[in-house]
């Protein structure tokens, strides 16, 4: 595939040669959320058809854990008689399915929740639509802002990598906003601002300080966490959020892209790939504390389903398979928790966010929650 092929490539060189270098955050919010050519208004990027595969296509048993989860917090806020079921991002709806099959065996619960599906590709929302088909009180919504206030339990599986980051480079003179420019033969590649940006290094954490030279530094808005930190202390409830990510706010470029469950060059088919970057745990610790939430985690993705039963409930399953769907679902069990080479156990991370009394949420250690990262 070469970059002609990309129809998104030829506007972003047109508001480049107009506007001047285009920010790193502006370039990924037009290669996902253009209005005609963008990644995530135009297709289903999920599965062996798509680009990649995420945790609830993994297995089942993501989501039925996932659904218990928010079971444990409803009974934690005093069982409110309703209860709003909130995902950001939500795929195709194979998680919120799995997680309402589960929630069926606890009636007074389910009898008191509406579902509601923060989704902006339309694709994807007509996908949800027929997964969820026969379930009663579903909404969809462009922005957890449109769900109505009450008690709420809110499900984030990589929902923030996707969210634009901006990118700051360091150079002698300070730290400069990393941009994408124009080569002389006409194809994109990453410049920096000329001008740095004044007093950024009284933003960024220690640790991030004495980077060297050259070092990049990557940082989201807080807009998103905060949204969730202040529904959750106001209006009671709690969110849990999973992704890939580090847990330490540090220096590096995490920049990519994803076509056909292959890495890919960020700046090639603008439109054509998912561009994604890790997600700073400490970042998200650090702006829901802010706003007065409590924090719980973060810990590793392998950990956080463990201690909710996820190898009890395989067991449960296998005993119940033929062989072969047996060690698909052992198969299934070791890519959700294991560390080591297609695992996702240590590379996705998990961390709660709960109204400041509640002391503790499932599946998240008592030697992490509540503290920074």
């Known amino acids: 595939m070469n970059t002609e092929s990309s129809p998104l490539l030829s506007e972003i060189r047109k508001l480049i040669k107009s506007s001047g270098p285009m920010p790193v955050w502006r370039y990924m919010e037009l290669c996902l959320l253009h209005p005609e050519h963008g990644y995530y208004v135009s297709r289903d990027p999920l599965g062996r058809e798509g680009d990649f595969t995420t945790a609830p296509e993994v297995s089942q048993m993501f989501g039925e854990l996932l659904g218990l989860w928010a079971a444990s917090v409803w009974r934690a806020i005093g069982q409110p008689p309703l209860l709003r079921l909130i995902e950001l991002g939500p795929g195709r709806g194979t998680m919120m399915a799995d997680a309402l099959r589960a929630l069926r065996v606890l009636p007074p619960l389910y009898q008191s929740i509406t579902i509601h599906m923060v989704e902006v590709n339309p694709v994807l929302r007509e996908k949800q639509r027929q997964t ?3 379930v009663r009180n579903v909404t969809w919504h462009d922005s957890i802002d449109d769900v109505l206030e009450g008690p709420a339990v809110i499900l984030a599986n990589e929902y923030f990598d996707v969210l634009p980051i901006h990118q700051m480079v360091k150079r002698e003179t300070g730290w400069h906003e990393r941009t994408v420019e124009i080569d002389s033969n006409g194809k994109l590649m990453f410049g920096h601002a000329s001008e740095p940006t004044p007093r950024f290094e009284v933003l960024l954490p220690p640790l991030v300080r004495a980077a060297p030279v050259g070092a990049i530094f990557e940082w989201r808005p807080d807009k998103e966490i905060m949204k969730i930190a202040r529904r959750v202390r106001e209006q009671d409830g709690a969110a849990v959020i999973i992704d890939y990510g580090h847990l330490r ?6 920049f990519q892209a994803i076509a056909r469950h292959s890495f890919t060059d960020p700046l090639m088919n603008p439109g054509q790939a998912d561009v994604t970057a890790h997600v700073d745990f400490q970042a998200l610790a650090r702006a829901a504390e802010d706003l007065g939430a409590r924090v719980h ?10 201690r909710l039963g996820v190898e009890a409930r395989a067991a449960t399953l296998m005993a119940k398979a033929s062989p072969e769907a047996s060690a698909d679902i052992d198969s299934a069990l070791k890519r959700l928790t294991d560390s080591g080479r297609g695992g996702m156990g240590s590379m ?19 030697e992490t929650q509540g503290k920074k990262p």
């Open 132 to 134: 969820l088909s026969g």
């Open 249 to 254: 706010s540090d220096v590096g470029d995490t």
């Open 297 to 306: 985690g973060p810990q590793t993705q392998g950990d956080f389903l463990r």
């Open 348 to 366: 996705f991370k998990v961390i709660g966010i709960s109204r400041p009394d509640l002391v503790s949420l499932a599946g998240l250690s008592d």
